[in-house]
């Protein structure tokens, strides 16, 4: 599934960001805990590049009340392994969790403790990740609009935090090619992107799949079924009727139940469960460079084909 969507805010953003960089001691990205990987800019590894050296990074795992911290423990592990990168599993609904935040960027700069120079952080994530909710429990007051829908951001501010350290806030960016296809999916699934970017039915069918195999027990409890069956479509007409999602005729309607499923996943009524761990993303990273380089073989192929004359592509006749 292709997620259409980069509206022009996040493109003048990008420029924007690249602007400020220069003055950005420190970068600090939300993540959401359940799809740590999905939900990571992969602009970001350029952009703390500079001089020759690289910026530290906090990712924070926010959303961990809603991930499994089993496997959010397994992504905290996994993210320390790249250079200055320090990873925090929070939650806003504990403000004191995010109010650690200013504890490790001055771990991360002690010199300063006693200057007159801020440290000054830039502040990324992707839509409705909860970066406005973490900004405005930081400052202490209302700074960033906050709303359950991506894109509520949509320009750079500057905010002095009062206690030496300055965030540049950013609007929520997506990138534009998002390269592997589950990743799009899990966005979907977690509401990262907006709904009329996405059918519900194919991202609830996906979210259904994933969870036979990762957490079918959770299943079974929510929609209080006697059995399990092993197609996502005979769980999804199964639960459709468990909850009156039926259209005309009787029939379940797929579009209603999809949409009922993916908005309990959000509001965490199936439990906490995060969408991936670092050995699936390991996997579907092999494949993507598997796939790619096949894609990059058969274009070389075709433009060789054509430059030869032979206008049909190659195993064609």
Known sequence: MAIHWYPGHMHKARKQI????????????????????SSENPMITSLREHNGKVRPCIKLLNKNDLADPVITQQWRDYLQKEHGVTAMPLSCEQPSQVLQITRLCRELFPGREHSNKPIHAMIMGI???????LINILADRAIAKVGNEPAITKRQQRINLDNGIVLSDTPGMLWPKIENENSSYRLAVTGAVKDTAMEYEDVAFFAVEYLLQAYPERLQARYQLDELPDDPETLL????????????????????????LLNEIRAGMLGRISLETPEMIEREKKQLVAMQASKAEKKAARKKAFKSGNRQAPGKT
């Open 18 to 37: 690249e602007e400020v960089l220069p003055k950005v001691d420190l970068i600090i990205e939300v993540l959401d805990a359940r799809i740590p990987y």
């Open 127 to 133: 839509p409705n990740v909860g970066k406005s909710t």
């Open 237 to 260: 007409e199964r639960i459709g009727k468990k909850r009156g999602c039926l259209g005309a005729g009787g029939r379940v309607n797929l579009n209603k139940v999809g949409t009922l």
